[in-house]
């Protein structure tokens, strides 16, 4: 087996691996099938792309996003690395040539999209030439999670990537994705007919990264508008179309640089505001979940969902896209009560397009996750904790890095009002009648609606007694029972309250209920704390380093557009911030730069010694 470190160092810079790639790249090596879960910002693309440059033959790669593999190449030939891409953006005799250069042996990795790759022309007809000339090292499956029906992002074509194994039953699969429950993994494997695979699962904890949620108020668009004043490039996810318009209008008429991007653009406008992004030619992009997959933006330094997300497990992968250069991130949340019913709006939707009739598995699904990224978002412990839990990770807290590991939150009392609820429920039981929230609500508070009269529960003896709440306030305690096993509901179709053996314990006064009082919109200051656990701080604004650095990423946006790349493909900002800490002046020095590897060295070390030289000299 070829020295791996060395290895590294030549073709990517780096004198160490993070944690987990090694042991990934050494089964690749050895032709095992493997599935890796490395979370964003991970590593996970350099866990094939090494065993590539160190395996006879050419690695496929099948990618779901044009963007998401010419991103990709240009990373690769930028550090000197012969590869290709196959899809729909060539013209004319371009895909010929880089087929022709694949026979030849001038090409180690090929990414193609899943279509390409099974048609019948090209999986029949080029790859056994392609394994007779020059061999193929192995398929590499990225974002496997689309062949699964239970994950964030199916895509039916990958369904058909286990023909690779009947036409290439020597070939090894690697599949890598950066999220997936127990439940998805176990499918990956099934639908890739992976046979025997390593499993790899990382640890999905992204510690660089700050989380925090608050209540929308008059002051939530304030808040905003101070995040994106303070620069940094940032993304806000909206659920709506209207929002991310309305939105965008808004934030440019107070002077911030911001682009839209969601379906209902055409597919330039959205291919250049995507690009405008990139290359730091603008700092905000507003858009709809539609917008991220495809994007290997690695300084992204802020994103805020405007609205509450439909999983936990997209709020994860959306908010994962702050940081991925392993720099200090904030992600922040923002929900209330109007999320809650346009969420739940939604789910009543989803129905047979044909009959009407609703998709009960569908709807039970939707408020499976909606129910837990309301833990999420309601949750008085560690924000931490609860994501990862969702994987399958333990993590006790407290992180150091949420907001409430490192604010005070207030726990209030509300045993009794728990207790209303509860024993209204039960009095309806014995009446054989059940009900949803709302209506259990309304007997709370008093209402006087037509079906509570007629129902004659005006004469249930709790009927009135939590008048002083609002409804959102009895919503937010039917939730937080919920969460906390307290109450029970259906999910047939109609969800009505039902109580449980924990209901009893707290309407024998032998359980509390207790639930963290909502903070106030206006607590947003972090300072330090907002940086994570194991974060490097940053250099303070205004100093010497700081100079410097901001000295060199002027140098390489200028060295970005000559090339027409995206200024994280010259250099990553941590790359920028070793050589302002180092200031290394002679080639041998930079050479140590960590991301300065044999191609970087030879195309850029000449300049930017230049560049610290100068600075040096003027300090």
């Known amino acids: ?30 032709r095992r099938d493997l599935l890796a879960i490395m979370p964003t910002g991970g590593g996970k693309s350099l866990c094939f792309q090494l065993p590539a440059l160190l395996m006879p033959g050419v690695m496929i790669v099948v990618s779901p996003l044009i963007a998401l593999m010419q991103d990709q190449v240009r990373l690769l030939a930028d550090n000197g690395i012969p590869a290709t891409f196959l899809n729909s953006s060539l013209k004319g005799g ?33 790859l056994p030439r392609l394994c007779e000339a020059q061999g193929i090292s192995g398929f590499t499956i990225d974002e496997a999670h689309c062949v699964s029906e ?53 640890s999905f904890d992204r510690p660089n990264l700050f989380y925090s949620v608050a209540p929308k108020s008059s002051k939530t668009y304030g808040a905003l508008l101070t995040q994106a004043k303070k620069g940094g490039a940032g993304i806000v996810y909206c659920l709506s179309r209207k929002r991310v318009d309305e939105l965008t209008a808004r934030l440019q008429g107070d002077g911030i640089a911001a682009l839209p991007y969601h ?81 739940e709006f939604l789910i009543a939707q989803k129905v047979h397009p044909a009959t009407g009739e609703p998709l009960l598995d569908e ?22 904790s609860v ?11 407290p992180c150091g890095a949420c907001d409430n590991c490192t604010s005070q939150r207030v726990v209030e009392d509300w045993t009794v009002s728990a207790q209303q609820l509860l024993s209204t429920v039960a009095r309806l039981a014995k009446l054989n009648q059940r009900f949803g929230a709302g209506h259990i609500i309304d007997i709370l508070r008093g209402a006087k609606t037509e079906k509570l009269i007629r ?17 959102d306030e009895w919503r937010h305690l039917v939730r937080v029972l919920k969460h906390q096993g307290v109450l029970e509901e259906t999910q047939d179709g109609f969800p009505v309250l039902m109580l449980n053996t924990a209901s009893w314990i707290v309407l024998r006064g032998l359980q509390k209920v207790e639930l963290a009082a909502v903070p106030k919109a206006e607590r947003v200051k972090r ?51 070793a050589m302002a800490a180092q200031r290394p002046t002679t080639l041998t020095a930079f050479a140590a730069i960590p991301g300065v590897g044999a191609a970087k060295l030879a195309h850029y070390g000449e300049t930017f010694t230049t560049e610290i030289r100068a600075a040096l000299e003027t300090a």
């Open 94 to 126: 371009e895909a010929s040539e880089r087929m022709g250069a694949l026979l030849r042996g001038e090409i180690k990795l090929l990414y193609l999209a899943p279509e390409r790759l099974l048609m019948t022309d090209f999986l029949e007809g080029f």
């Open 527 to 577: 300072e330090k704390k907002s940086r994570g656990r194991n974060a490097v701080d940053a250099p303070a604004m205004g100093s010497a380093e700081d100079q410097l650095f901001q000295r060199l990423r002027a140098l390489r946006k200028k060295l970005a557009d000559e090339q027409g790349v995206p200024p994280y493909v010259v250099f990553a900002d941590a790359a920028l911030r």
């Open 263 to 343: 379906a209902g653009l055409d597919a330039e406008m959205r291919r250049r505001n995507q690009e405008t992004f990139i290359r730091d030619d603008v700092g905000l992009m507003v858009a709809t979940v539609a917008f991220g997959m495809g994007i290997n933006k690695p300084d992204v330094r802020w994103v805020i969902h405007y609205d509450l997300p439909k999983s936990l497990e997209g709020y994860y992968q959306e908010a994962g896209r702050a940081g991925r250069d392993g720099e200090p991130a904030q992600c922040a949340l923002y929900f209330g009560a109007g999320d809650i019913h346009t969420a």
């Open 150 to 202: 239970w994950g964030h992002d199916f895509r039916p074509e990958y369904r058909q990537m286990h023909l690779l194994r009947r036409h290439f039953p020597e070939v090894p699969v690697f599949a890598f994705t950066a999220t997936a429950t127990v439940r998805v993994r176990a499918d990956i494997v099934k639908q890739l007919a992976l046979a025997e695979p390593a499993i790899h699962v990382a």
């Open 1 to 30: 087996m070829p020295l791996l470190l060395p290895a590294l160092k030549q073709h990517f810079g780096f004198d160490s691996f993070r944690a987990g790639q090694e042991a990934i790249v050494r089964d690749a090596l050895n």
């Open 455 to 471: 129902q004659n529960h005006d004469a249930i003896s709790t009927y009135g007694l939590g008048a002083e709440k609002s409804t």
């Open 363 to 384: 709807q039970r699904n939707a408020r499976q996750q909606l129910r837990q990224v309301l833990d999420y978002a309601e949750t008085s412990a560690c924000r931490r």
């Open 387 to 397: 994501q990862l839990r969702y994987f399958g990770e333990d993590f006790s807290g």
